[in-house]
C-alpha cells in the first residue's frame, strides 16, 4: 500500500539518520523516519547487568531482540554459525531511536589529523585496504563543533598537546575526579605523559533543559534514568519532531529501497509494527541503519539495473568491515580505589595515537567503565584459577581494588572482512541477513600488544602491584564500533559514497552513518558520526533548495 | 570444604516455593520436582557442580545463593535454547563421575568433584556423552552460568538478597538518583 509522498525517507534513527532527520526538517523538507526499534526513555531504564547493550548475556534490552533476528558467521574455517544478538559473534550495537547512542558510554572525541590521513602518514600496508578519507579535519571541525553544542559534550582537553585545532570549547566542565582518576593522572604526568579530562557526550550541569549526571555505576549499555546521557533521542530527534515537519515510525523494519528503471530511487518498502508492507514513496532516500545493517539493505535490493544490489557496482558494499582491535591492561591494588563513582572512563592520553615507533597507528587511552561483579568475574590475572574457593576469595579481595587502562586501537581495513547477504536464512520478516566473515588485519594486532604494554606501564607506575595484558584476538572486529561497509572516496570504482555521503551512481540515495568511515580513527566513532551527518545534511538541504533532488 | 547438599536441597524447596513469577506448573521438571525445567536429580546436581564453582566460606556458596534457582528461571526464558544441552551435559557429569568414582557427582567428596569439574574443563571427561558433546563447552557454559547466579541481578532469581554485591562492598539497594522505580514491573525474564 503506498502512502503519500514525501521528500525524504531517513531510515535508521541512530547517530547518523537521527541527525539528518532534524536537519532536514528544520531546513523545510517533509522527512519520515523510520525506525525497527521502540522509544525508550529514561523511565525504561532497568539497569539490568544481565541484559544491556554491553552486557547482553540474557537479550539486548535496547533491540534487536532474539526472537525474530538472526545473522550468520563465517569463522576462519569457513564454518557457518547461526548467531542471535545477544550473542558477541552477532557484532550487535542497537535497535531503538536513538540508536547505539542511547545506552552507548558517551565518549566523545575527535578523530585527529592523520586519522583522516592514514595511508599518507604510513603508506600501504600489506594486505589491508588502508586509505586517506576523501576529506580533511578541518573539512569536519565546524560540523564537530556543531555535535559538541547540540547533543552535548563535557571535558576538558587543553591539557591534551596531541588535540587538532578547535574554533570553540566545550560548552561543558569535566566532572570532578574518582579516586581512580587522580591516581592515573598524577602517574601518567610522571611518566611525562598529557593526561586530560575525557569528552563525553554527558550532562556534567544543566544543559539542553536536562539535569546532570549523578555519578551512577551503570552507564554504558545502559539508559539513564537522570535522562543526563546525550543521544539523538533526547536531542536532535525531539527537535525533528518538534519542526512539524518529521514523522518518526518506530517498529518499522525496511525491507528493500525501491528503485525507477532509469536506476533512480523512488522510495522504500518497510514492514510497518503489525506486519503489514508498506511503501513509502519519496523524492530521495537517506541510509542510516549502521555499518552492517545499510549494506544489507543495499545489498537486499536488487534490480535489472542493480543486480548486485544498490551502489555495489564495482563490489565495495559490505566490505571493510572494521570496529576497534580493545588494547590495554588491567592492574590490582594493594588498597581499595573503588569509590562508586560512575561512569568510570573519565581520564584519557593521546600519547599512543600515533608516532609508536614501527607501527601505522594507534590508539587513545583511558581508563574503563566501572566493571561490575559479573563482569569482574571473568577477569583475573595468571595464576587466579577460573572457580573454586580461590577464586570467589579472589573477588572479594579485589573488587574494590583493581584499575582497567585500555584503548580503541585503530584497524588496518581489511577487504575480505565483510557484509553479505546470507542466501538461506531469513529474519522473522522474511528478510535475507546479514552474513559476517573475515579476520582481524595482523598488524592491527601488533600496534594493540604495543598500545597494551603502554597502558600496563601506566598501571604499574600508578601503583598496581600485579598487572595483565588485555589483547583482541584475530577474529572479526565490529560490533558496538562497526564501521568502513560504505567507504567514502573520489573514485567510484574503490568506494560507494562521495565525501557527501551520496552513492556514486545514484544522485537521490545517501549513505549516513558509521559505513562511510574510510578508517576508524583510534576513537569511538560517535561523534565523528555525527559530524559527518551535519556535514551531509548541510550539502543535502542546500542541493535540494536548488534542484528538489529531481532529475 | 563443608558439604551442604542436604541444606541446599532444603533451601531449593524454598526458594521454589517463594517462586519467581514464570509458573513452575508451566515445567517440564519431573512431577516431585521443585523445579520448572530440571528434574529433582539434575538440579541437586547442578546445585552441587556450581557449589564447587562458587564455594560456601563465610558466605554463602552458588547453590544457596539461588544459582539453580537462576538457571532453571532462565531455562524457562532466554535459555530455553540450552534445555538439551543441560539435559545431557548434567547426565554426563554423572557419567564421568561413575566412570571415574563409580559413584554419581552428589555423591562424591568435595575434592573427587573437583577432580570430575577439571576433567569436563579440560575437555577429556570419561562418558558416553562426551563422545557427541565437548565436555569443555559444557563447563564453560556452566561456569559463566553460575557466575551470572552469583553475581548477577538477584531480580533473575538468582544472588538472593545481593549476597554477593554484600560480600563484595558494593551498596545496595543501587538506586542513587531520584527516579525510584520498581524493579519487579518489567525487565524481568519473558516467561514460559
Ligand atoms: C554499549 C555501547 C557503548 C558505546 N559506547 C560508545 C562510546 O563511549 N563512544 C562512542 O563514540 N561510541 C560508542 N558506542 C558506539 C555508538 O553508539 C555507535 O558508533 C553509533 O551509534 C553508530 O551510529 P550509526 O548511525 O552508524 O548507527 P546506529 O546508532 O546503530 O543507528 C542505526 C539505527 O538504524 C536502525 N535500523 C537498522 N536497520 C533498520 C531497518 N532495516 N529498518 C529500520 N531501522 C533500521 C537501528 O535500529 C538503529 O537504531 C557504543 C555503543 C554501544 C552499544
Ligand atoms: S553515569 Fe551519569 S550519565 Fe551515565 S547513566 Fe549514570 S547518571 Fe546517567
Known amino acids: ?551 | 570444604m563443608r558439604r551442604k547438599v542436604n541444606f541446599t536441597r532444603r533451601q531449593f524447596i524454598r526458594v521454589a516455593a517463594v517462586g519467581v513469577a514464570a509458573a513452575p506448573m508451566l515445567g517440564c521438571g519431573a512431577g516431585n520436582s521443585p523445579w520448572r525445567f530440571l528434574s529433582k536429580q539434575e538440579g541437586e546436581t547442578l546445585a552441587a557442580l556450581s557449589d564447587r564453582i562458587i564455594p560456601e566460606d563465610q558466605f554463602p556458596g552458588a547453590a544457596r545463593a539461588g544459582v539453580v534457582n537462576y538457571i532453571d528461571l532462565q531455562l524457562m526464558g532466554p535459555y530455553k535454547r540450552f534445555r538439551s544441552v543441560y539435559r545431557r551435559g548434567l547426565t554426563g557429569v554423572d557419567q564421568t563421575s561413575q566412570a571415574i568414582f563409580g559413584k554419581g557427582f552428589v555423591a562424591l567428596s568435595g575434592a573427587q568433584q573437583d577432580g570430575v569439574l577439571k576433567a569436563l574443563e579440560k575437555g577429556n571427561a570419561p562418558g558416553a556423552i562426551w563422545k557427541e558433546a565437548s565436555s569443555r563447552e559444557f563447563s564453560d557454559l556452566l561456569l559463566g552460568h553460575t557466575m551470572q547466579g552469583f553475581y548477577g541481578d538477584p531480580r533473575h532469581g538468582g544472588n538472593r538478597e545481593g549476597v554477593s554485591w554484600q560480600m563484595l562492598g558494593l551498596p545496595y539497594p543501587p538506586i542513587r538518583g531520584r527516579r525510584h522505580y520498581d524493579l519487579t514491573k518489567t525487565g524481568t525474564v519473558p516467561s514460559g
Request: proline share 6%.
Open chain 1, 1 to 551: 500500500m503506498a502512502l503519500d509522498r514525501v521528500n525524504a525517507v531517513v531510515i535508521g534513527a541512530g547517530a547518523g539518520g537521527g541527525i539528518v532527520a532534524k536537519e532536514l526538517a528544520e531546513g523545510g523538507l517533509r522527512v519520515v523516519l523510520l525506525e525497527r526499534g521502540k522509544w525508550y526513555t529514561a523511565f525504561d531504564c532497568r539497569k539490568d547487568d544481565l541484559r544491556n547493550q554491553r552486557t547482553s548475556v540474557l537479550g539486548c534490552a535496547f533491540g534487536p531482540d532474539d526472537e525474530r533476528n538472526r545473522r550468520v558467521t563465517v569463522d576462519a574455517q569457513g564454518r557457518e554459525l547461526i548467531v542471535l544478538p545477544s550473542d558477541g559473534a552477532y557484532q550487535n550495537n542497537a535497535a531503538c531511536v536513538g540508536g547505539g547512542t542511547f545506552s552507548y558510554g558517551a565518549l566523545a572525541w575527535r578523530y585527529l589529523e592523520k586519522d583522516f590521513r592514514m595511508r599518507s602518514t604510513y603508506g600501504a600496508v600489506e594486505g589491508s585496504t588502508l586509505a586517506d578519507w576523501p576529506i580533511s579535519y578541518q573539512d569536519l571541525e565546524p560540523h564537530y563543533e556543531k555535535a559538541e553544542w547540540e547533543i552535548g559534550v563535557s571535558g576538558d582537553e587543553s591539557n591534551n598537546i596531541f588535540r587538532p585545532p578547535r574554533r570553540r570549547p566545550l560548552p561543558m566542565p569535566p566532572p570532578f575526579p574518582s579516586r581512580e582518576h587522580l591516581l592515573l593522572k598524577a602517574a601518567a604526568l610522571r611518566l611525562g605523559l598529557h593526561p586530560f579530562e575525557a569528552p563525553m557526550l554527558r550532562n556534567t550541569v544543566p544543559f539542553n533543559g536536562r539535569g546532570a549526571c549523578m555519578r551512577c555505576r551503570w552507564c554504558v549499555g545502559f539508559a539513564c534514568e537522570q535522562d543526563a546521557k546525550n543521544g539523538t533521542q533526547n536531542t536532535v530527534i525531539p527537535k525533528a519532531l518538534a519542526s512539524g515537519n518529521c514523522d518518526l515510525r518506530t517498529e518499522c523494519v525496511a525491507k528493500e529501497i525501491l528503485t525507477d528503471d532509469r536506476g533512480r530511487v523512488t522510495g522504500v518498502a518497510y514492514f510497518d509494527a503489525d506486519g503489514r508492507l508498506r511503501e513509502q514513496p519519496a523524492d530521495f532516500v537517506v541510509v542510516s541503519c549502521s555499518a552492517t545493517e545499510t549494506p544489507r539493505l543495499l545489498l537486499n535490493t536488487r534490480s535489472r539495473l542493480f543486480p548486485h544490489g544498490l551502489g555495489n557496482r564495482y563490489d565495495w558494499v559490505g566490505r571493510n568491515l572494521q570496529g576497534h582491535a580493545y588494547a590495554g591492561a588491567y592492574g590490582l591494588m594493594e588498597e581499595d580505589v573503588y569509590d562508586d563513582l560512575g561512569p568510570g572512563a573519565s581520564i584519557g592520553v593521546c600519547d599512543y595515537n600515533h608516532g609508536n615507533p614501527g607501527l601505522a597507528g594507534g590508539g587513545a587511552l583511558s581508563n574503563e567503565f566501572i566493571r561490575l561483579p559479573y563482569h569482574f568475574a571473568s577477569l583475573r590475572p595468571p595464576g587466579v584459577p577460573r572457580w573454586g574457593a580461590a577464586h570467589k576469595e579472589f573477588m572479594r579481595r579485589y573488587y574494590r581494588r583493581s584499575l582497567a587502562v585500555h584503548g580503541p586501537v585503530q584497524e588496518m581495513p581489511v577487504f575480505d572482512s565483510r557484509v553479505q547477504v546470507d542466501p538461506r536464512v531469513r529474519d522473522a520478516w522474511g528478510i535475507p541477513v546479514a552474513r559476517l566473515s573475515g579476520t582481524n588485519h595482523p598488524h592491527t594486532i601488533e600496534i594493540a600488544r604495543y598500545v597494551a604494554g603502554r597502558a600496563e606501564a601506566w598501571l604499574r607506575e600508578a601503583g598496581a602491584t600485579t598487572t595483565w595484558l588485555k589483547l583482541p584476538g584475530r577474529g572479526l572486529s565490529g560490533g558496538q564500533h562497526q564501521a568502513g561497509t560504505c567507504r567514502m572516496g573520489n573514485d567510484p570504482q574503490t568506494s560507494v559514497v562521495n565525501s557527501y555521503c551520496q552513492v556514486h551512481d545514484i544522485d537521490n540515495l545517501f549513505v549516513v552513518d558509521g559505513s562511510v568511515h574510510v578508517t576508524n580513527g583510534g576513537f569511538n566513532p560517535a561523534l565523528t558520526i555525527m559530524a559527518i551527518a551535519y556535514r551531509a545534511s548541510e550539502h543535502i538541504v542546500r542541493t535540494w533548495k536548488g534542484t528538489q533532488m529531481r532529475s
